[in-house]
C-alpha cells in the first residue's frame, strides 16, 4: 500500500489511495454498529436481570396482530382457562367472556390477570375498562336502588 505522508499547518496528514480510505470505512462502520448492538444486547440484559418478561416472537407477532393478549398470554404460560381463572380469582366463564370479547374488565381485574401470568399490566391494561363499562347491569340496578333510597327519603 502506497501511504504517503505531508507536513501541513495543522501536522501530518496521510494520503492514501481511495480503496484503501473505502476499506477502512467500511471497518469504522461495522465497529460503529458492532459497538451499537452490545449496547442493546446490554441494556436487554440488564432489563431482564430486572425482571423484565422475555417473550418469543411468536407471542409478540400475535400481540401486534390483534390477537386476544389474555388469551395469547395464557397460552404462551400453558395455563387452561379453568387454571387462570382460580390464579386471577374470577370464574372460568368470565374469563371465556373476556377472551371471545363478549365482556371487558376493570383496571383491577387485568392487574390480577397480569400477576397470574405474570407480565408487566402494560400488555393488558389497553383492555383495561372503568367498573361501570365492565358491569353496566350492575351500575345501572345500583343506580335505581340508590333512586329509590331517595324517593323514599324524600316522601317522609
Known amino acids: 500500500m502506497k501511504v504517503r505522508f505531508e507536513a501541513t499547518p495543522n501536522g ?41 418478561p422475555v417473550l418469543p416472537l411468536s407471542v409478540a407477532d400475535a400481540l401486534a396482530d390483534g390477537e386476544n393478549p389474555i388469551r395469547v398470554l395464557r397460552t404462551f404460560r400453558g395455563f387452561t382457562q379453568a387454571q387462570l381463572a382460580v390464579a386471577a380469582e374470577l370464574t372460568q ?20 390477570l397480569a400477576r397470574a401470568l405474570g407480565v ?20 345501572a340496578k ?7 333510597m331517595q324517593k323514599r327519603r324524600n316522601r317522609r
Open 120 to 139: 408487566p399490566l402494560d400488555l393488558l391494561a389497553p383492555m383495561a375498562v372503568s367498573p361501570e363499562e365492565a358491569d353496566p347491569e350492575r351500575f
Open 12 to 52: 501530518e496528514m496521510a494520503i492514501l489511495p481511495r480503496a484503501e480510505y473505502e476499506r477502512l470505512v467500511a471497518l469504522a462502520a461495522e465497529a460503529e454498529e458492532d459497538a451499537g448492538t452490545a449496547r442493546l444486547v446490554a441494556k436487554a440484559r440488564k432489563e431482564i436481570a430486572a425482571g423484565t
Open 93 to 112: 366463564g368470565y374469563l371465556s367472556d373476556l377472551e371471545s370479547g363478549k365482556r371487558k374488565g376493570p383496571l383491577e381485574l387485568h392487574q390480577r
Open 142 to 148: 345500583r343506580k335505581r336502588v340508590i333512586a329509590d
